[in-house]
């Protein structure tokens, strides 16, 4: 079993790394560069500015790591580092032009000229291993007391503790850390959080533009919200800091009144925000329609097997029928219709916003409702299939009634089946949660996909779709394990003999 697991563990990581590099090359190497700024206003209003638009071209080709830019003061700065008796200006001369010259060809770089100006700047491609070495290289980031060196303050003490702090309460609390909490508690799901692993995902661009692709994804969403906290000075504080996101800030950076709260380095804070993230929008939604998905189905199925070729099982398989052939889109038009028109439920989810239950009822119901049919329909005909069974003929000769044989010998096996959907359902929830976000107007990671690929958003895209992948792969895993634990005659072995 724990050789299973590690063999699957491990060929989960590499279905991850192969759909994520795909992914990566057909983005890089297939779309055309220029499409990134066809959704960008900034390139319209700097036409006029031929050198402004080179400026802002090649930072952002940078940092979606088509390339490597240096401009005039930096490529002056690396010439007389490699240079120091060297004499360089920004002067169009002819010693300023071979010293250029000769640094870039050592290094790979491309010299240029800006159109107006005529100061050179340089750029380097970057190569399609060297992109995806670097996405991979910077892909995860782990916290630790020496992961800071600031210059500017020699004496930052480096530690690793648990304390019971003033402002969050008990947490594994550094220094020398970025995030000052690395491990703490409290009443939001998942209730034990930590800030020791960081994932890069790369920097949002052009939508978003310049946020980390982590924080667009992860982050809250809507208005700021006020929270009333205890500072380390003992006085009362109210905010819109997110306490938990403390982070060293260099001491000339630093706010003083942040600085009189907080006692220490750790001033740099991230926004508290009224409505959940991207990925909490879309997690919430999803796992509620799933519930509701197998509440509904398996009753529905179980009942339609019970009741063969009667009018319950007639009507029911009419109804399925019916749910199945209707277009997911036209399903879910007429179901927000009725919502609204019937149950005055919102047909949007900005109307009543995230603090609101009404907001996810729609969409959450339709989620589930989505996924009924099919479910129901193949776990009607897998009990059906079982009743047949030599042991449930067995159970009838034992004298047991309809309901113990249902209960105690039909559904158990069932179960297994039961299991063996769960991870289907994950992936299907996630492709459904693509149009519901989508009409709904739901800020979730759904409907951000297809927003990001006309965007041209190339970093959120593959930030994305190494999400849905991690999720697809680890929800068959599970799916794996809950299989073996209901059914005992299950033997997962790494060899794939049992």
């Known amino acids: 079993m724990k050789k299973y697991v590690f063999f699957r563990v491990l060929r989960s990581i590499v279905s991850i790394f192969l759909v994520t590099t795909a992914t990566f090359i057909i983005i890089y190497s297939l779309v055309p560069r220029r499409d990134v700024f066809k959704e960008d206003p900034n390139v319209n209003k700097l036409q006029s500015s031929p050198d402004k638009l080179t400026e802002y071209e090649n930072n952002a080709f940078e940092k979606m790591n088509y390339l490597d830019y240096l401009n005039t003061r930096d490529l002056m700065t690396k010439v007389e580092k490699a240079n120091p008796k060297a004499t360089i200006t920004t002067a169009h001369t002819e010693a300023n032009r071979k010293a250029f010259a000769a640094w870039t060809s050592k290094h790979g770089y491309e010299l240029k000229k800006f159109k107006q100006s005529k100061d050179y700047y340089a750029v380097r491609e970057l190569p399609l291993w060297e992109r995806l070495s670097r996405f991979y290289g910077g892909l995860i980031k782990v916290d630790n007391p020496w992961a800071i060196h600031d210059k500017k303050n020699p004496n930052l003490k480096r530690y690793l503790k648990i304390e019971h702090d003033e402002t969050v309460g008990w947490a594994l609390v550094g220094s020398g850390t970025k995030y000052r909490y690395q491990i703490y508690f409290n009443g ?26 982590s924080s667009v994804i992860g982050g809250g969403q809507g208005e700021a ?22 982070q060293y800030q260099t001491p000339s950076k630093q706010d003083s009144s942040k600085k009189a709260i907080y006692q220490d380095d750790y001033t740099d804070t991230d926004q508290s925000y009224q409505d959940p993230s991207m990925i909490g929008t879309s997690v919430r939604a999803g796992l509620v329609g799933i519930l509701i998905q197998y509440l509904l189905a398996i009753p529905f199925g179980i009942f339609m097997a019970r009741y063969k070729n009667r ?33 005055q439920l919102p047909d949007s989810f900005p109307t009543n916003g995230a603090s609101a239950i009404s907001s996810w009822v729609m969409p959450s119901v339709i989620l589930g409702l989505l996924m009924v049919s099919g479910l129901a329909l193949w776990f009607r005909r897998f009990m059906i299939d079982q009743q047949s069974s030599d042991y449930v003929k067995f159970a009838k000769a034992k004298g047991l009634n309809e309901n113990e044989i249902y209960t105690k010998h039909i559904f158990k096996n069932a179960s297994i089946p039961i299991v063996n959907g769960i991870p289907g359902s994950i992936i299907a929830t996630i492709g459904g949660a693509t149009m519901t976000e989508e009409i709904f107007a ?57």
């Open 188 to 213: 939001s799901f998942p209730y034990i959080h930590q800030n020791i692993i960081k994932f890069n995902l790369g920097t949002s661009y052009p939508t978003y533009a310049n946020l980390p692709v």
């Open 442 to 498: 739901m800020p979730g990671m759904g409907k951000m996909l297809p927003d990001s690929i006309t965007a041209h958003n190339n970093s959120v895209v593959i930030g994305l779709v190494f999400i849905f992948t991690t999720i697809a792969v680890l929800s068959v895993l599970l799916g794996d394990l809950l299989m073996a634990a209901v059914d005992p005659r299950i033997k997962l072995s790494a060899s794939g003999d049992d």
């Open 225 to 246: 919200k006020s929270v009333t906290f205890t500072g380390e000075d003992g006085k009362t504080v109210n905010n819109s800091d997110d306490v938990y996101t403390r």
């Open 311 to 343: 009018l319950f099982d007639r009507i029911g398989t009419g109804v399925i029928t019916l749910f199945i052939a209707v277009p997911s889109l036209a399903f879910i038009y007429v179901f927000r219709f009725i919502g609204q028109a019937v149950f």
